[in-house]
Every structure is written in C-alpha cells, then in structure tokens.
C-alpha cells in the first residue's frame, strides 16, 4: 500500500514539474504579454505577444486587405515595419521582391508580434469607406466567370482610380451549388463537372478582394468579375469561400464592401501602355482602358488578353468596338485550346508568347512603353520572365497578381 501512495505522490509530483516546465518554456518563447505597436508614427495599439499582426491589427479595426484569409498566398496584407519585426520568413519570400525585403516591407498575415513593433501601412486603410450595396446584376460571362454588379445605397457615390479593388465581407453562411441558377449555356459543364455536388459553408464573416471591372466615372456602381474557385478535382477539398457566396447572390441581395484599395492604376498618363491580362484578371485593365480612352489619351494602348477558348472568352464585342472607334487602341486575343468547334482563326498559344512575338522581338521602342500585368499566377509569372529577358525595367512593370 505504501509502494502504490509512493509511487503515486511521484509521478504526480512529476506530472506537476513537467507541466510548469512546459509553461516557462512556453512563456519564454510566446510570452503572454501585451506589446505595443506604433501605426504610421501616430496611433498605438496594445498586442497580444505571439498573435500575427493581421489580427493584432484587425481587433483594433485596422483592416488591411487580405484575400487569402491569410494563408500568406495573396500579397495584400504588406506593411512596412521600421522596428521590432525580426527577419522576413520563407513563407513570405514569394509575394516579397528583393527591393521590398530591403525596405521592410513584411506580410502582416505572416508576421508574429513578438516586441513592441513600429509599422506604417497605407493611409487608404483609414480612408476606405463601407457600404451595403444591392446586387442588381448577376450574369454569367463564361462557364466558371459572373459579372455581378452592385449598386450603392441612395445617394452615395463611390470615387477610386482605374484598377483600384474593393473587398468584399460576406456574413457566415452555407450554400449548395445544387441552388445556384446556372446559365443554360454553361449547364452541360456544369454537369460533366459534377459541381451540383459541391457546398460551402462559413461560420464567420470572410473577406475577400476583387478588382473593379467598370468604369470610373459610373460612381454609383461596382462591376465585379468573379471566377468560381474550385478545388482541384480528385480532392475533398472545400470550394472558395466567398466565390462561392458571390456566386449565390440574386438581385436585390446585400453584399457589404469596403475600398477603394491598391496601387495598381495608371502610374504616368504620358507613356504609351500595353496591358497583357488572362482570366479575370479583365476586370482592371478594363476599367484602366476606359479611363485612359474617355481622358483621350494620345498615347498607343495595346491590349493582349489569354483565354483557354472561345468559351472563356468574353467582352469581345466591346473591345472590338472600342478597337474601331480608337485609333490609338489596339486589342490581340490568343486561345491557348480553342476548341474543335470554336473554328478559332486568331492567334493561338500563351498570350507572353504572342506579345513577345508580336510586340518585343526586334521593336526598338519596347522600353518607352509601361506594362501592366494581371491575371492567373502562372500567366503573369510567365510574362514577368519574358519582359525582363527583353530587357524591359522592372519600374515599367506593373502587376496585379491575386486572380482568385
Ligand atoms: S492576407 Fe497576407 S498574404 Fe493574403
């Protein structure tokens, strides 16, 4: 009986000691204290030690753009932190460039707040306005692609710049794809691609950015472009969150926004631009070409733009009009697989591939020209490499890289 009490008191006893070991160590590596960060030299806020800087920042209601729900994939979240933030992290190194790592510049989403830290983020943070807009519009541009226009309350009015972004907060939710309203056009793919078996669900608001496809002088609406993220097939993995949301409205439904956000916008009105764009990544150079052609520019604006096939592709008839009535305007398409019944007599493979050929080889005034980039990650990637091997500065680039 003395054998069992004993042993028993000991392994208590060392149940105990281990316990408060692992509390010190715990607390010496994620001390449970408050930290202070100083925002844009002005405003300070109280942090928890060991909480990312994106919720640090969040619970004080600095919201800083994200659309990847800060899995560090979306390149949004970029503060410049002066003090306190130690060294960049792998997993930021591939939304940072080598310039960026050396200013600072650090992914908020990525960032643990460890000591007191001094940041500076955008002043369009503070300036962004909320609204509840009414959805007015939802109509399919292509199988997996829907134009979703929303209109802001009365009287309100909405300025931002040409290739601006708005992001999107849905409320929690669940949906069935088996409840959307598919376009008959596209309800063929939508069987063979088995969708009406997919669902979604979120029990807290998520949030989401997406470019801005209209024009800039509409100032009561927002034009959208949502591609439906899907996961790769043969997972389980879960649909886009908010893509699919997107995807469920109905006109007359709320959907809450906040913006404007971003710098990808006309950055000198007096160089002559090609915009190279795949996907919904449409959606700025639209509303940059729009803007550039009511300013009337006297400035070339090329425009190549990358689909899969003739079924992806969309807005065609209004490009080709602005082509017409546009001297200064030019619009290439390439099909990377056109389809059997596309009949497709236009350019065929990778859209870098045709600007390279079309616009970069042997043209002695490719540098005089400013480039403007959005669309999937493998495109831009792609069209980055082959400006940069033509010898094309990297100030004269610019990309919007967070089609999702
Ligand atoms: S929220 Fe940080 S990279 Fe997307």
Redesign the pocket.
């Known amino acids: 009986m003395n054998t069992i009490l004993l042993t028993t008191i000991i392994i208590t006893t060392l149940v105990v000691l281990l316990s408060l070991l692992v509390q010190q160590i715990r607390r010496a590596l994620l001390p449970d204290r408050v930290v202070s960060i100083l925002v844009n030299h002005s405003r300070e806020l109280p942090a928890h030690a060991g909480s990312k800087l ?1 919720d640090a920042l969040a619970s004080e209601n600095i919201l ?15 503060v410049t932190v002066s003090a306190g933030g130690g060294s960049v992290l792998a997993t930021e190194r591939g ?1 940072l460039s080598d310039t960026e790592c050396e200013r600072g510049v650090r ?4 960032l643990t707040v460890r000591d007191n830290l001094e940041i500076t983020v955008a002043e369009e943070v503070f300036t962004a306005q909320h609204w509840n807009c009414t959805v007015t519009s939802s109509r399919y541009l292509s199988p997996l692609i829907k134009e979703i226009t929303l209109e802001l309350p009365a009287d309100a009015e909405f300025h931002f710049d040409a290739g601006a972004y708005v992001q999107v907060t849905t409320p929690p939710f669940a949906c069935k794809f088996s409840d959307f309203h598919v376009d008959d056009r596209y309800r063929e793919q939508w069987q063979q691609m088995n969708l009406s078996r997919l669902s979604v669900q979120s029990k807290v608001a998520e949030t989401r950015a997406y470019s801005i496809a209209n024009d800039t002088q509409d100032k009561r609406h927002i034009v959208l472009l949502i591609r439906l993220a899907l996961p790769p097939q043969s997972t389980d993995l879960p649909p886009g969150k908010v893509s699919s949301w997107l995807f469920s409205l109905q006109n007359n439904d709320q959907v809450e926004i906040s913006g404007p956000f971003g710098d990808f916008t006309v950055h000198d009105h007096h160089r002559p631009m090609v915009l190279i764009g795949g996907g919904v990544g449409m959606a700025p150079l639209r509303a940059i070409i729009h803007q550039q052609i009511r300013d009337n520019t006297s400035q070339d604006i090329r425009f190549y733009y990358g689909a899969r096939s003739l079924t992806d592709l969309f807005f065609q008839q209004e490009f080709d009009r602005l082509a017409q009535s546009n001297k200064h305007f030019t619009w290439t398409v390439a099909l990377s697989e056109p389809a059997p019944n596309d009949q497709w007599s236009g350019e065929r493979g990778f859209i870098h591939e045709i600007v390279r050929q079309q616009f970069i080889d042997g043209n002695p005034h490719a540098d005089q020209y400013d480039y403007y980039l959005c669309g999937p990650p493998m495109m831009l990637k792609a069209a980055i490499a082959m400006l940069k091997q033509a010898g094309i500065d990297d100030a004269h680039i610019y990309s919007d890289n ?1 089609e999702i």
């Open positions: 994106l800083l753009p994200s659309g990847c729900a800060g899995a560090g994939t979306c390149g949004l979240c970029k939304r992914l908020a989403c990525q967070f």
